[in-house]
């Protein structure tokens, strides 16, 4: 089983659109969650953290669940700009590593 | 800021070439990352290291892979021999931990596409 799972998608959706990802992750020692973006032949950016009691910003809300081990990103009037690839990830706090792992990513085409 | 600068960002060699992969972190980060990135397998870490030490190597492939931080402003990676499957894209990356000690955003240089023929 992988550490990080997404649905890989796409998801297309109309502008406009309220869209939603989910992804699992298997380590229940897993400390830190975020949620990075990353266009097509560019480098992975880091879109928003992700916390236990919830957390939005702007369009995006991004939630958290431990007892399920699920963590969610939910975008609210989508706009063409925002397609791009969505990746899960998950830090695992072990010796003072900072080492990150990131799930295969979840592709977002946003349409007219 | 310039960002992680990485070089060169295409390389195409021929299986059984040695290629070398260069990277110049954030000035001020202590740490470094090295990824590689496929269709199949996602984003895999290979290597890190912190001030310049190597933390964490269980990602590097195999012993044909090797990657060296002779200072906090360079790291390379090197491939030899390399092979097609090492075709790729591979990411550099640094961060800065927090001083609360918790895990801060990783910045991704652009990265170099690599193909082996």
């Known amino acids: 089983r992988k550490e990080v799972e997404q649905d890989p998608g796409p998801f297309n959706v109309p502008e406009g659109a309220t869209v939603a990802f989910n992804c699992t992750y298997s380590?229940?020692?897993?400390?830190?969650f975020f949620w990075y973006r990353q266009d097509c032949r560019k480098e992975p950016k880091l879109l928003m953290s992700?916390?236990?009691s919830g957390n939005e910003d702007g369009r995006f809300t991004a939630q958290l669940n431990r007892a399920s081990q699920y963590i969610s990103l939910l975008i609210r009037d989508s706009k063409l700009s925002d397609s791009a690839t969505y990746l899960c990830?998950?830090?695992?706090?072990?010796?003072?590593?900072?080492?990150?792992?990131f799930g295969t990513g979840t592709q977002l085409k946003v349409e007219l | 800021d310039a960002g992680v600068i990485q070089s060169p960002r295409h390389e195409v060699t021929e299986m059984g070439q040695e290629v070398t992969l260069r990277c110049k972190p954030i000035?001020?980060?202590?740490?470094l990352f090295w990824y590689r990135q496929t269709m199949m397998r996602g984003l895999e870490l290979l290597i890190y290291?912190?001030?310049?030490?190597?933390?964490?190597d269980s990602g590097m492939p195999e012993d044909r892979f090797s990657a060296k931080m002779p200072n906090a402003s360079f790291s390379t990676l090197k491939i030899q021999p390399s092979e097609p499957r090492d075709s790729a894209v591979y990411f550099c990356?640094?961060?800065?931990?927090?001083?609360?000690?918790?895990?801060?955003?990783?910045?991704f240089g652009p990265g170099t596409r690599l193909t082996v023929l």
């Open positions: 380590n229940s020692a897993s400390q830190s």
């Open positions: 992700v916390y236990s």
């Open positions: 290291f912190n001030n310049n030490v190597p933390i964490d």
């Open positions: 000035s001020g980060h202590d740490y």
């Open positions: 990356a640094s961060n800065l931990r927090g001083l609360a000690g918790g895990v801060d955003e990783q910045f």
């Open positions: 990830v998950v830090n695992i706090l072990t010796g003072g590593g900072n080492k990150l792992t």
